[in-house]
């Protein structure tokens, strides 16, 4: 079980806060990275994760009780503490915008991505929880467009703030998920979540190979698999991929 003491390591800058958390492992039982810039920030597949100034950059390191093949779930436990975050900050300035759950690992506001996590196991015992928020910047010039807390006309925390708040959900949360099993936390990232009941494309990394299949998202299953209704009714189980919506 998590407990609600982290213990906050900060930097100025450091090249990613993944990296910065690997190692420090084994320092302390549950400890969280604080950065305020990175040189390297990265989201999945080794993509640039933009570091913008002001900015949230943390990575959450523990040591999971569940066993290591379930630990897929604890992105989405992450995505709902996220979520409660930026939540917070919209009501605090009477901001009634919708956030939206986009599989496997984003949060979404009007449909732009306003944060991303990531995360990476470490001898099969330790969870590096990356998440970044963004909080006064967004990068321009992605491919889909980007937003932030201070676009939408949310009140602005500082990082640190909304880190302590982050940790304090994400220990929330972590317990639900230990003490009464995925189906809560699948429930409330489903009632929120893009594209769901909608056409997508999604696209599958099979080592150097590129595969894009196209269906209808119906379901996120008991592993966080997304469930994917092939044109001849077959469903598939889709486990890491990217997603995309088809709007014809
Ligand atoms: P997507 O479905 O958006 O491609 P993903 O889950 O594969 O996302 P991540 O691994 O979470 O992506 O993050 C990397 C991608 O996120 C980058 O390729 C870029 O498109 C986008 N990105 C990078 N920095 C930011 C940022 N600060 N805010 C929002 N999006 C970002």
């Known amino acids: 079980m998590l407990t609600e003491r982290w213990k906050i390591y900060t930097y100025q800058t450091v090249e990613s806060t993944m990296d910065q958390a690997a190692q420090l492992i084994g320092q302390e039982d549950q400890f969280a990275i604080l950065a305020y810039d990175q040189t390297k920030g990265r989201g999945r597949y080794n993509r640039k994760w933009g570091s913008l100034a002001g900015n949230l950059y943390t ?11 379930t630990w897929g779930q604890i992105s989405f ?9 930026i939540q917070h900050y919209l009501s605090k300035s009477q901001n009634s915008q919708k956030i939206n759950y986009k599989w496997p690992n984003d949060l979404l506001i009007a449909g732009h991505k306003v944060s991303g996590i990531l995360l990476e196991i470490i001898d099969s015992s330790w ?15 992605l491919q889909y467009i980007a937003t932030s807390l201070k676009e939408v006309g949310g009140e602005v925390p500082l990082p640190g703030e909304a880190l302590s708040l982050l940790t304090a959900h994400f220990t929330v949360k972590m317990n639900i998920l230990e003490t009464k099993g995925f189906s809560e936390i699948r429930a409330i990232w489903l009632k929120a979540a893009a594209c769901l009941g909608e056409g997508i494309e999604v696209t599958l990394r ?43």
């Open 206 to 248: 099979k080592k150097e190979m590129i595969e894009k299949i196209r269906g209808k998202f119906i379901d996120l299953d008991e592993e966080g698999r997304l469930l994917l209704e092939l044109p001849n009714k077959e469903v598939k189980k889709i486990s890491a991929g990217d997603i995309f919506l088809l709007w014809d």
């Open 127 to 141: 969870l590096l929880v990356g998440v970044g928020i963004n909080l006064q910047n967004s990068p321009v010039g």
């Open 59 to 69: 990575t959450l390191a523990f040591k999971p009780s569940q066993p290591c093949h």
């Open 77 to 85: 436990v992450a995505a709902l503490a996220v979520g409660e975050v």
